[in-house]
């Protein structure tokens, strides 16, 4: 029994596992288990300290046979980040929360990257329900998917749950694949929360819980979730997602409780309310020592190191497939290529970036010639870097996981000089439509403030309201920039399509826009092989200065 115990507690080290603030199950009350940008982390990981959904529904079980009332809820993102769901288009993704035991998911923009269809066929496939009040059919007016769940719990308690998807998606996601949807914003966003508690509370509702795929960025005002708590009373809990944010025991938002688990599975949030107040705590991914021990082994120990054995060997049979699947080494890289988002690609040139970049024009220019002047694509479309040493598929598709396809465009200077005003109208902090660039020089001046004009249609972004005052472009394709010139730009599908800022490129997409029916990762990987020789060598250990920050 030593022997097993201390194995256990070995285990549970390695993995990093904890739990705050919760030595034992509170029996009889009602826990709430939630995850938020899971992003397909679903195996257990120590070394990323990724909890995995066996650990999540074993968890779940133990508490709910000490007693406990328990839901299981997810704040969104959980389809789409690593190819162990990405090659399914997320369905692999639902089949593992099907197992785990959750009780309802809010979709986040990244369960739209595959399309709205697929989206649908998601929440089809979903053994719980998939809440969203502000997404609204185009031409009908009705909700696209369920807006709330009333959960009847063996205490006796009645659980209203509604969800909100960030109107943000509409630029996040490739534009082309949510049409025909609405993403209600601003004030409307608000009317609807302020119309779910009134049918949740009319309904009977104890407590109402507002599943949230909003975050808290700065960039996502006026959307955010305190924006929806400043606008609308009686939402007793948030559960947030959208902006990786972690709250280690969560936050008041005047009388509303705020919990997040930050992102990549590496936290399990649990929420316990005894019938007057809510308190919060992380399970896994902390490093905190717990206090109760049994046998001189921690109480946590023994609970975390528990994994649910079916959902385990439905995982983990999933990621051996994948993996035999996509582990031929194509390449290898002598230097290590960064893929971090901040500071990273979403802040400065990295040489992931020149890479990804350098591949796209690349491609573009085996499609149509030399006429092809310069590359753009997005950093936020960057997901992780890859190590020194082989390359493989598995690899490409972490790093590059949406399936985005190289596109060709025609646009006037003035059209990229707004492109590039818009793409970084928050630096130097982060935002996923930072460019980078191959064929283009440019600087931004961080020390002007970013004005907003008009804001952009089916966007919650602005135009720049002085395009130039941030950005100087050197040159293009080599040449002096020129405002009155026309340029041929390779980019991504999404970005072409007008995704993130890039409204500017909307337009000149729909009248000159081409598709090379070259997919992003097969650019780079083509890239790697006939230009490279196979070798990432050094003249990619660095940024190669193509963009300064002015700071």
Do not use: C
């Not at 999933?318 to 582990?327: D, F, G, I, M, Q």
């Amino acid at each position: 029994m030593k022997r097993i115990l201390a194995w256990i507690l070995a285990l549970t080290l390695a993995l990093g596992l904890a739990v705050t603030g919760f030595a034992e199950a509170p029996k009889g009350r009602l826990v709430i288990l939630h995850t938020n940008d899971v992003h397909g982390r679903a195996v257990a990981d120590p070394a990323g300290k990724v909890l995995g959904y066996a650990a999540i529904a074993q968890y779940k079980k133990d508490l709910e046979a000490a007693g406990d009332s328990v839901l299981l809820l997810d704040a969104g993102d959980a389809s789409q980040g690593t190819p162990l769901v990405n090659l399914s288009m997320g369905k692999t993704a639902i089949e593992f929360m099907n197992a785990a035991g959750y009780d309802a998911i809010t979709p986040g923009n990244h369960e739209f990257d595959w399309g709205l269809d697929n989206a649908r066929q998601l929440a089809g496939l979903a053994d719980f329900p998939m809440l969203s009040a502000n997404i609204i059919n185009h031409l009908e007016g009705d909700l696209t998917f369920v807006a709330h769940k009333i959960f009847d719990m063996p205490n006796g308690m009645k659980v209203g749950v509604f969800g909100l998807t960030t109107p943000e998606t509409m630029t996040k996601a490739h534009p082309d694949k949510v049409r025909g949807i609405d993403f209600l914003q601003g004030e409307a966003l608000y009317e609807a929360a302020r119309k779910q508690v009134e049918e949740l509370k009319a309904a009977g509702a104890d407590i109402v819980v507002l599943l949230s795929h909003l975050g808290m960025d700065e960039e996502s005002a006026p959307n955010r979730s305190q924006d929806v708590l400043e606008n609308a009373t009686g939402i007793d809990l948030v559960i947030d997602g959208h902006s990786h944010t972690l709250l280690e025991k969560g936050k008041k938002v005047g009388d509303t409780l705020v919990v997040s688990t930050g992102y990549n599975g590496q936290n399990l949030g649990v929420v316990v309310y005894d019938g007057e107040k809510f308190t919060a705590s992380l399970f896994a991914g902390l490093g905190k020592s717990a206090v109760v021990e049994v046998e001189g082994v921690p109480y946590s120990a023994l609970l975390s190191a528990k994994l649910d054995p079916e959902v385990a060997e439905l995982v983990n049979s999933t990621n051996r497939a994948v993996k035999e699947e996509l582990s031929k080494v194509f390449a290898k890289t002598e230097v290590f290529l960064n893929g971090e988002r901040n500071p990273g690609n979403r802040t400065e040139e990295t040489n992931l970036g020149d890479f990804a970049a350098d591949a796209i024009l690349w491609a573009a220019r085996q499609a149509l010639g030399d006429q092809v002047a310069a590359a753009i694509t997005n950093g936020g479309g960057i997901r992780a870097s890859i190590q020194v040493g082989d390359i493989t598929m598995n690899d490409m598709k972490t790093v590059f996981p949406f399936g985005n396809e190289v596109s060709v465009l025609e646009v006037k200077g003035s059209e990229l000089l707004e492109a590039l005003e818009a793409a970084t109208s928050a630096t130097p902090k982060a935002l996923g439509a930072f460019p980078q660039v191959s064929g283009i020089v440019f600087s931004i001046d961080t020390t002007v403030p970013y004005e907003n004009g008009e804001q952009y249609p089916d966007s919650t972004y602005y135009a720049p309201a002085k395009p130039g005052s941030r950005v100087k472009i050197e040159s293009v394709g080599g040449q002096p920039f020129d405002p009155e010139a026309l340029y041929i730009i390779a980019t991504n599908d999404f970005t072409a399509a007008g995704g993130d800022t890039y409204y500017a490129f909307r337009y000149p997409n729909a009248t000159s826009g081409y598709k090379t029916g070259v997919a992003l990762e097969d650019a780079l990987v083509n890239y790697v092989t006939t230009v490279l020789g196979g070798v990432v060598g050094q003249d990619y250990a660095n940024p190669q200065g193509r963009i300064t920050v002015i700071k």
